[in-house]
């Protein structure tokens, strides 16, 4: 078994899953950052009915509209991180495993698209689920592609187990008596991701693409399950921040234990009494439900000062989980080629116990242009150049939410961190965030007669200096 996607099953190269190798003649890059391009994606109806000869290929070029190119750049600057008024924080890849407890190294996810076809579907259940393909057929099309729904999973998971512990009273031979347990397991694997870390807006079904890296089960811990959940949520957040999006998808549990961790204002949600120290951080909260409208978050927010967060909450935990290095990568993180996300650490440096400094341009790690393969190798090669040097990370903080002179203003002057517009008769805004921008001005302001001092003094010395030797 490869440890790509597409296997040789039973002798056969499998047909599940060939895009792996059809995309290594038409491989999916990242387009650069505009919103004036015209991107078609690889594989998809679009893109087969366009696709040019092979001759052709090195003559197509993506399409811009005129006039655009300068504004592209600004307008369409991606950062994975929640600009706050007190600056960026995000979710980081040392949040994803001290709160789940999974592994955060490996191989990210590197399928084609989100889903596979229902040809290859019907494939992979009758492999991997003993799922008969009539009947798989029949899931699919209630379910409007190659998804399958949470209860015929369950329907699923329990005739394997039944045919399982039939198979072992009979003693049957030992080969067919495994295929059904691990298409039990396979089945409850499924059932699991597809309602944690990788679930969808409609909460009703799960992608039968995920069964790809279910395959060896003796290989699944191999997968980097915490990096490509944390792209499969970053890319949900970034949808949801669009006007028409009124559902989100993700982890959402996750979500909000991150929010609980972090920040006081929003309480603590429910403890669950059955929470144990060595268990996830995330087990420590009980679901509950929160508030319809979010005007009263929106003020919340815009209210916040930096006291109020606390930026490294795990401290006590680092016994269970200790802090791994890969959390130092920066570059793009994915869950396949059509969720890729920007992971930039040195732009929340405070999470990581360090001074923030006013970071580098995005483009300096998560360049534009790189494909799934590339990015999964600048991934395992990360010390190589996508790592955050401790000369980058700068001094450690004293208090934990220290910035360098001028980050506040040069924040407020690249961002828009206030989400309601000044309202005549509300309270100011926080005072020490106030002070804290003063003195960032102050800082940046150049006082022009010291200047011209030290300029004349440096020409009349060196006039002297002129004068004495002739």
Same mark, same amino acid.
């Given at each position: 078994?490869?440890?790509?996607?597409?296997?040789?099953?039973?002798?056969?190269?499998?047909?599940?899953?060939?895009?792996?190798?059809?995309?290594?003649?038409?491989?999916?890059?990242?387009?650069?950052?505009?919103?004036?391009?015209?991107?078609?994606?690889?594989?998809?109806?679009?893109?087969?009915?366009?696709?040019?000869?092979?001759?052709?290929?090195?003559?197509?070029?993506?399409?811009?509209?005129? =006039? @655009?190119?300068?504004?592209?750049?600004?307008?369409?600057?991606?950062?994975?991180?929640? !600009?706050?008024?007190?600056?960026?924080?995000?979710?980081?890849?040392?949040?994803?495993?001290?709160?789940?407890?999974?592994?955060?190294?490996?191989?990210?996810?590197?399928?084609?698209?989100?889903?596979?076809?229902?040809?290859?579907?019907? /494939? %992979?259940?009758?492999?991997?689920?003993?799922?008969?393909?009539?009947?798989?057929?029949?899931?699919?099309?209630? %379910?409007?592609?190659?998804?399958?729904?949470?209860?015929?999973?369950?329907?699923?998971?329990?005739?394997?187990?039944?045919?399982? @512990?039939?198979?072992?009273?009979?003693?049957?031979?030992?080969?067919?008596?495994?295929?059904?347990?691990?298409?039990?397991?396979?089945?409850?694997?499924?059932?699991?991701?597809?309602?944690?870390?990788?679930?969808?807006?409609?909460?009703?079904?799960?992608?039968?693409?995920?069964?790809?890296?279910?395959?060896?089960?003796?290989?699944?811990?191999?997968?980097?399950?915490?990096?490509?959940?944390?792209?499969?949520?970053?890319?949900?957040?970034?949808?949801?921040?669009?006007?028409?999006?009124?559902?989100?998808?993700?982890?959402?549990?996750?979500?909000?234990?991150?929010?609980?961790?972090?920040?006081?204002?929003?309480?603590?949600? =429910?403890?669950?009494?059955?929470?144990?120290?060595?268990?996830?951080?995330?087990?420590?909260?009980?679901?509950?439900?929160?508030?319809?409208?979010?005007?009263?978050?929106?003020?919340?927010?815009?209210?916040?000062?930096? /006291?109020?967060?606390?930026?490294?909450?795990?401290?006590?935990?680092? !016994?269970?989980?200790?802090?791994?290095?890969?959390?130092?990568?920066?570059?793009?993180?994915?869950? =396949?080629?059509?969720?890729?996300?920007?992971?930039?650490?040195?732009?929340?440096?405070?999470?990581?116990?360090?001074?923030?400094?006013?970071?580098?341009?995005?483009?300096?790690?998560?360049?534009?242009?790189?494909?799934?393969?590339?990015?999964?190798?600048?991934?395992?090669?990360?010390?190589?150049?996508?790592?955050?040097?401790?000369?980058?990370?700068?001094?450690?903080?004293?208090?934990?939410?220290?910035?360098?002179?001028?980050?506040?203003?040069?924040?407020?002057?690249?961002?828009?961190?206030?989400?309601?517009?000044?309202?005549?008769?509300?309270?100011?805004?926080?005072?020490?965030?106030?002070?804290?921008?003063?003195?960032?001005?102050?800082?940046?302001?150049?006082?022009?007669?010291?200047?011209?001092?030290?300029?004349?003094?440096?020409?009349?010395?060196?006039?002297?200096?002129?004068?004495?030797?002739?």
């Amino acid at each position: 078994m490869t440890d790509e996607v597409g296997r040789t099953r039973a002798g056969r190269v499998s047909k599940a899953h060939g895009s792996a190798r059809r995309e290594r003649l038409n491989v999916d890059k990242i387009p650069s950052r505009s919103k004036g391009k015209k991107v078609v994606v690889a594989g998809s109806a679009q893109a087969q009915e366009e696709e040019p000869d092979d001759e052709n290929e090195d003559e197509m070029e993506l399409e811009t509209e005129p =006039g @655009l190119e300068e504004q592209e750049e600004e307008d369409d600057l991606k950062t994975g991180t929640f !600009h706050l008024l007190i600056g960026e924080v995000t979710i980081t890849l040392d949040d994803v495993s001290c709160l789940l407890h999974i592994p955060i190294t490996g191989k990210m996810f590197n399928h084609l698209g989100t889903s596979c076809t229902t040809e290859e579907g019907e /494939d %992979m259940c009758r492999e991997y689920l003993n799922f008969p393909r009539a009947k798989c057929r029949a899931e699919f099309k209630k %379910m409007k592609g190659a998804h399958i729904g949470f209860p015929m999973l369950e329907k699923i998971y329990a005739a394997n187990l039944r045919r399982a @512990l039939k198979a072992e009273a009979e003693e049957e031979e030992e080969e067919v008596v495994q295929n059904y347990r691990d298409c039990t397991i396979r089945a409850f694997l499924l059932y699991l991701i597809g309602g944690t870390i990788f679930t969808n807006k409609s909460m009703q079904y799960v992608d039968v693409i995920f069964l790809t890296y279910l395959q060896d089960l003796s290989l699944v811990n191999t997968w980097n399950w915490g990096a490509s959940g944390l792209a499969y949520l970053y890319n949900y957040l970034e949808k949801a921040t669009k006007s028409r999006c009124g559902n989100h998808g993700g982890y959402n549990c996750m979500f909000h234990a991150w929010i609980y961790e972090h920040f006081t204002r929003f309480g603590g949600g =429910g403890a669950s009494p059955k929470y144990r120290h060595r268990d996830p951080i995330c087990a420590k909260y009980l679901p509950m439900k929160g508030y319809k409208y979010p005007d009263e978050h929106r003020t919340t927010l815009d209210r916040m000062e930096v /006291d109020e967060v606390t930026f490294r909450p795990y401290e006590d935990h680092r !016994h269970i989980r200790p802090f791994e290095d890969i959390c130092w990568y920066s570059g793009w993180i994915m869950c =396949g080629s059509a969720m890729i996300c920007p992971y930039l650490p040195e732009r929340v440096l405070r999470q990581f116990g360090h001074v923030q400094s006013i970071p580098r341009h995005p483009d300096e790690f998560a360049k534009a242009g790189l494909n799934r393969f590339t990015i999964g190798e600048a991934f395992a090669n990360y010390m190589a150049e996508n790592y955050v040097t401790e000369e980058m990370r700068g001094p450690r903080a004293k208090n934990g939410f220290e910035t360098v002179p001028g980050y506040i203003a040069w924040f407020y002057r690249v961002s828009h961190p206030k989400l309601w517009p000044p309202i005549e008769g509300n309270p100011a805004r926080p005072a020490n965030l106030e002070v804290l921008i003063e003195e960032d001005n102050v800082a940046d302001k150049q006082d022009v007669f010291k200047i011209c001092r030290t300029v004349i003094e440096e020409v009349n010395g060196k006039l002297d200096e002129e004068a004495r030797f002739w």
